[in-house]
């Protein structure tokens, strides 16, 4: 069992939250995050490099001197991929690197992450973010009270908060998700996750059901 302060806005300890990581993930396998990680990326990628065959360069086809005689190798159109200016021989096209992992494994994958985030100790815990309009100086000066400034870190919060996902949206380094959308890349890929009760709450049962 994994004991975690809560903090409010302010900084200061306001409770403790008790949840056990073995719960969220008896095993943490590094083989399932890092084959979902790696699908996560491969999606991100626009796949929008080409380059031109030789039907595709301009220049003439015409014989460039005659077969026999001249002393040279023999050679034919301007355009081979031999020759400078020529199209490329395998010749790159726009595709995509979309593909899905089992929709059971990639929901595991995102409860290993979360329970290793935990055990590693770099997991935050605030008792709630409420804001009455969007105020991106208080969301900062929250986070710098909790000790987070500088770092990248995932704020995981219950919904979606539209006044919270503008408060944070220029703050460098931090990215705002509902706890819903969250996934192993999400996770991994900052220093830090903060996370409200209410979201953790939702965790827990998830992992339960």
Do not use: F
């Amino acid at each position: 069992m994994t004991i975690l302060p809560v903090y409010d806005m302010s900084g200061v300890k306001v409770g403790d939250y008790e949840i056990d990581p073995q719960v969220l993930a008896p095993k943490v396998s590094k083989q399932l995050l890092h084959d979902v990680v790696v699908m996560y990326l491969a999606n991100q990628r626009q796949g929008s490099n080409k380059t031109k065959t030789r039907g595709e360069v301009s220049g003439s086809t015409k014989k460039m001197y005659k077969q026999k005689g001249t002393g040279n190798a023999r050679a034919g159109s301007k355009r081979s991929g031999v020759r400078r200016g020529g199209g490329h021989i395998n010749a790159r096209q726009p595709r995509s690197y979309y593909y899905r992992l089992p929709r059971k494994a990639i929901q595991a994958a995102t409860r290993m992450a979360i329970a290793s985030k935990i055990s590693a100790g770099s997991v935050v815990v605030v008792d709630q973010i409420k804001m009455d309009a969007p105020k991106t100086k208080l969301l900062a000066a929250a986070l710098k009270a909790m000790g987070l400034e500088g770092q990248t870190k995932t704020l995981a919060i219950g919904g979606l908060d539209r006044n919270v996902y503008l408060s944070g949206r220029n703050i460098e380094g931090l990215v705002i998700s509902p706890v819903a959308d969250l996934n192993a890349l999400t996770v991994l890929r900052p220093k830090k996750l903060i996370m409200t009760r209410e979201a953790l709450d939702w965790i827990k049962a998830r992992a339960s059901a």
